[in-house]
């Protein structure tokens, strides 16, 4: 049962707090992504490290390839990194090879360290059921630049997932990221306040930034299950 | 006159951003402290960088030696960290060479990359005319454990300085840090709500907690001056 938890605002760039299992967030766009892939009946997410592993990975698995750099899908990319568009691509049945910039970096980085999931607003109370049941539970923001910077959405999903843990565990020990977002007064609306969501609204993927506070409606949560060369797959766990 | 502005939750591991300013913040306690060494009447802090450069700096410059290792002053310095024993010690016309575990680190590092200064709730309005002067700003969060994990406190007390800020520029461009720290609804009662508040009063330092908490009661800013080898030198600037 969990009794420690924290929110790591960005992923550490050197040593990593130790945890028994991770949640990684980067709710603009790629954890909301690989939620909404699974829900619409993927068989399996892969989240790739770089764009050339990607590429070789999903002709490998003859696997379907989604993902962004610069917020846009690359030439040859048979989908984006647009959790509004999902349902309408033909996923079901399908292994979905993502690669962006930000939140597959920090899947493959966390899931290098202990037992891994995807998490955003979607599946926050899923991925709360998940991490209960571990000691120690750490969230992980994706971050913009390569997990350099701060993105605020990401911290304001994570809000949503310390909420639920918090009602669940009041007795909980929490670190100071944790203790900061519980502070947010309102996590959903902040997922919409960043500069991220600005960066979105601009390139008229404004609908993504909608489809990434649609709280707790997804019942499942994307684990890490298994580590190949430069990516992870995740596979959907119903908690 | 200031147009762009951002908080770091925690100093850079890597590439810092471009700024022509940094504030730095530990408002537990370095930056507390060093700010009241100057109000009361210390000619300069020398923040140094490790321990041993502290004494060897406060020797050669016949300097007092003021610092902390895990919250408490190692043996032969003249006094701890301690914001609220500033005023017992007789510190008016002195040099005091500063070192603590994370807050002299970011000064000296914050230092080496552009103008720096020294920040916290206590002089947040002065830090705030001070940083108004430049185009880009940046306040730096010290953080724990060498600046590897986040501090709310120093968020907290950045947040005092965004509002001044803001308050002046309502029209200034937010990076994600600045925009979460004006989403805390009371900075001042955060300071006191960190993991490292609850080591100060476990360790019956609980005075310094309010001592860090007296937003807007000093109006001289800290600022770099001089860079030595492992060592910054701040002096008192009216702001």
Redesign the interface.
């Known amino acids: 049962m969990v009794s420690e938890l924290d929110v790591?605002?960005?992923p550490?760039?050197?040593?990593w707090?130790a945890a028994d299992a991770y949640a990684v967030v980067d709710a603009l766009r790629a954890t909301t992504t690989a939620v909404l892939l699974l829900h619409h009946g993927a068989r399996a997410v892969i989240a790739a490290e770089s764009e050339a592993g990607a590429r070789a990975v999903a002709q490998e698995r003859g696997a379907l390839l989604a993902g962004e750099v610069g917020g846009l899908p690359p030439p040859g990319f048979d989908m984006g990194n647009s959790p509004a568009e999902v349902g309408s691509h033909a996923v079901a049945g399908r292994e979905v090879v993502l690669f962006t910039t930000n939140g597959t970096l920090a899947l493959c980085a966390a899931a290098a360290r202990g037992p891994a999931a995807a998490a955003c607003a979607l599946n926050a109370a899923a991925a709360a059921r998940w991490l209960a049941e571990r000691h120690r539970v750490a969230i992980v923001c994706a971050g913009e630049e390569h997990g350099?910077?701060?993105?605020?959405e990401d911290?304001a999903a994570a809000a949503c997932i310390v909420r639920a843990l918090v009602a669940a565990r009041p007795d909980l020990e929490?670190?100071?990221?944790a203790?900061?977002a519980l502070?947010?007064?309102d996590p959903v609306t902040?997922i919409g306040?960043?500069?991220?969501a600005d960066a979105l609204r601009a390139l008229g993927l404004g609908e993504d930034i909608a489809a990434a506070q649609a709280v707790d409606t997804v019942q499942l949560v994307p684990v890490v299950t298994a580590l190949g060369a430069g990516w992870v797959r995740l596979e959907p766990v119903r908690a």
Do not use: E, I, N, Y
Not at 148 to 152: Q, W
Not at 174 to 177: E, H, N, R, S, Y
Not at 193 to 196: D, G, T
């Open positions: 790591l605002l960005l550490p760039a050197h040593q707090p350099t910077v701060f993105a605020l911290l929490l670190g100071d990221g203790r900061l502070m947010l007064p902040a306040a960043s500069a991220h």
